[in-house]
């Protein structure tokens, strides 16, 4: 158990932030979280099997808490502590801090950048998220600072690698900002 975990942080944390995939460091938040979850059932499959075989004597009970049970849940605990690095750090944001931004940007509303409705925030190829203004249609190109890949479209068209930032979107909703009325806007 102790060398899956060992061997999952290594190759979680073999990136460098700012340059990774985010599809990438969403499927390790998935793995840690698959990891964390067998380590559970192990636990308490391998505590049930050795109570059998010992009979459930309270001495036995205690060794195998002390010498497994307890050793098992600290590594557990990694595989959480893990998950939640990863999280963090693989987007960059908490949702208290995406909600923070679109309070600061609706309670702005100024004519530069308005947000009085969904449908302003996108994520590039690479996920990392960006806001378009005014009626939230895409009207020029530009490129994301985080990695280079193009943002925005044309037209009101979104450029076909890039996305609805649907958490940011979901998140605007559940604190009041009215959905968006303009066709590129709708049902986000």
Known sequence: MRARWQAFAIKA????????????????VT???AGCTKAKRSIERRRRAF???????P???????????????EIVAKWVELKTQLQETSFGLTDDEKRQIIQALAQGNSRELPIDTRGHFYRCRNGHPYVIGECGGAM???RCPECGETIGGGNHTLDASNSHATDFEALAGGLGVAANPWPWGRGV
């Open 13 to 28: 944390t073999s990136w460098a932030p700012g340059q990774s995939n985010p599809a990438v460091l969403r499927e390790r």
């Open 31 to 33: 793995e840690a979280e």
């Open 51 to 57: 109570l059998e075989r010992m009979e459930g004597h």
């Open 59 to 73: 001495d036995d009970q205690t060794w195998a808490y002390e010498n497994f049970v307890q050793p098992a849940e």
């Open 140 to 142: 020029q190109r530009s």
